[in-house]
C-alpha cells in the first residue's frame, strides 16, 4: 500500500521529483569525480615511477619524496652511486615544472634511459637527438592535438616534437639533460637518481645502507614511493575531499528536506484523509520515507551515470578514474541525507490534526 501511494505521488508530481533526484544526483557527481581524479592522478603518477625501470631512488636533501625536485645534487653523485654494492646502473635526471598544471620537462639521457627503461614506444617520429628536441607522449599530443615534426613553445623555449611516444615512463614530456641544465642554470647537477639493482630483492637492504652513507639524502625505494602515492599521505587533499563530501550532504539533506516539506504541504488534505480513515503516525512517516528514499536511490544512479559523463569531459585533460567502491560510499551517504532531509516533514505529517488538514484549501 505505502508503495503504491507513493508511486502516485511522484507520478502526479513529475517534476518536482525529477528536479529533486537530478539535485540530489549532483553531490554523488560531485564525490564521485573528486575521488575519480584524486585516484586517477595517484594511479598516473605510479604507472609513470614503476615505469622508470628503477628499483631505488634517491633525492636531493629536504626535498619532498613526492613533488617536483629542486636541481641541487652534483652530477657526480651519479657516477658515485652507480659503484656501490648491488647498483648495476645509476641514472640522473632534471625536473623542471613547466606552466601546465601537473606537467614539467624532465631532462634525460637517452641512451642511459632506454638502458633502464627499456626504451619508449613511438608512435611517431624517432628518440631525442639535437639539443632543441623534445619528446611528448600521446597522452600530452592529444590533448594539445600535436604531432612530430611540430614546433611546441613550452617554458618559454621553442621545441621541435622529435617523436610522439606511450604514455607510462617517468612523465609526458622529455629533452636532453644538458639542454635542460643549461635553462634552469644548474649546469653539472640533477634533481633526483634512480638505481637499478642486481635483484629488486635488494631494495630495502640498500635503501638502508645508503641513507646511513648520505645522511640527510631522501632515499626509498620504489615500491615504498609508489606506495606514498595515494591521498592519504597528502594532509590538504584528504582535507579538500572531507570538506567536498561533508558539502555534499548539506546539499542533499538542504534539497530532500525542502522536496519533502513542499510535498507534505501540497499534500496536507491527502494526508487528513489517510488519518481520518484509520491510517497510523506508523504508515504516514513510511510514506513520507519510501518517498525520501526513492528520491534518494533515483539521484544516487543519476549521479553515478554522470559520472561517466564527467569522465569523458575531463579525461582529455586530466586522468579520471571510476572508483567502483566509491559508489556505495556516495550512494549511502546521499540514501542517508535523504532519510535525515524527510524527518522533519515526516513529523509535521504524523502531527496534523485530521480535522484542520481536510478543511484546508
Known sequence: MILKLVW??????????????????????????????????????????????????????????ITFSSVTMPSKIVEVLAAEPHVVQAMGTVVNPTSGFLEALNGIDPVAFDKMSGGFTFAEG????????????TWYADQHHLHAGQKVNISNKEWTIAGIVEPGKLGHLFVQIHTLQEMVGASNHVSQVFMKLDDPANAEKVVSYLKKKYEGYPVLSMQELQSLLSVDHIPVLKTFINVIIGLSVLIGFAVVSLSMYMAVLQRTREIGILKSLGASKGLVMGIILAEAFCIGFGGTVLGILLSYASRLAIQTFMPLAIVYSWWLIAGGIAMGAALLGALYPGMMAVRQDPIEALAYE
Do not use: C, W, Y
Open 8 to 65: 502516485e505521488n511522484v507520478r502526479h508530481k513529475p517534476v518536482r521529483t525529477l528536479l529533486s533526484i537530478l539535485l540530489v544526483a549532483v553531490p554523488v557527481t560531485l564525490i564521485l569525480t573528486i575521488i575519480g581524479l584524486s585516484i586517477g592522478f595517484f594511479e598516473d603518477s605510479q604507472k609513470r615511477s614503476g615505469g622508470v625501470g628503477a628499483d631505488v631512488l634517491m633525492k636531493p636533501p629536504n626535498a619532498n619524496l
Open 126 to 137: 624517432h628518440n631525442l637527438q639535437g639539443p632543441d628536441d623534445i619528446l611528448i607522449d
